[in-house]
Antibody, heavy 124, light 107 residues
């Protein structure tokens, strides 16, 4: 079955960098984009961007451009989210999710499977 | 960016109640709308995409409708496991924005 397994919880100091990994299984890794979403404590969902595991192409929400990088390693079927110069406001649970579209069906884009989430705490 | 506004933000209901949540988009998004359920401490789970298509394995008491700028999620008869927070997401354009969420609480 499809699973996205993420790396474990992290505690970082302000100004540090962080890398969160997402390891999909149960399907062909290069067939589907991976999206990254975060959720601050008690808050809603915020979309960061996507990566195409086949090409390595990425797209970041404007807010995250310049300090977020998404990468993939096809040899181990893994994707990563790197955040630099962390601030306390980056404290959140970070999720990866698989992006799917049904060919020829209008409106069929969705995030159908999600990782379990990686809690990140930024505190001095 | 497309803004999504959900109403209500909080909803108190009882088991067996019919529940309706609305999601309004700041501009037309055709039917590029998905609904997710999030239980406390868990990752969101896909319920509906294309505004009205049920994801595999989702109970038929869930339904979605709408197109353009106004969408609804309906739970026909609330079950104990349905007490959760629900989010809509537009997938028409980037960034892929979410609504602020609707928390369904036990009355």
């Amino acid at each position: 079955q499809v699973q996205l397994v993420q790396s474990g919880a992290e505690v970082k100091k302000p100004g540090a960098s962080l890398k969160v990994s997402c390891n999909p299984s149960g399907y062909t890794f290069t067939d589907y984009w991976i999206h990254w979403i975060r959720q601050a404590p008690g808050q809603g969902l915020e979309w960061l961007g996507w990566i195409d595991p086949k090409s390595g192409d990425t797209f970041y929400a404007q807010k995250f451009q310049g300090w977020v990088t998404m990468t993939r390693d096809t040899s181990i079927s893994s994707t990563s989210l790197e955040l630099r110069n962390l601030k306390s406001g980056d404290t959140a649970v970070y999720y990866c999710a698989r992006g799917v579209v049904t060919p020829g069906v209008t409106g069929s884009r969705r995030l159908d499977y999600w990782g379990q989430g990686t809690p990140v705490t930024v505190s001095s | 960016d497309i803004q999504l506004t959900q109403s209500p933000s909080f909803l108190s209901a009882s088991v067996g109640d019919r529940v309706t949540i609305t999601c309004r988009a700041s501009q037309g998004i055709s039917n590029y709308l998905a609904w997710y359920q999030q239980r406390p401490g868990k990752a969101p789970e896909l319920l509906i995409y294309g505004a009205s298509t049920l994801h595999v394995g989702v109970p038929s008491r869930f339904s979605g409708s709408g197109s353009g700028t106004e969408f609804t999620l309906t739970i026909s008869a609330l079950q104990p496991e349905d007490f959760a927070t629900y989010y809509c997401q537009q997938l028409n354009s980037f960034p892929r924005t979410f609504g602020q969420g609707t928390k369904v609480e036990f009355k």
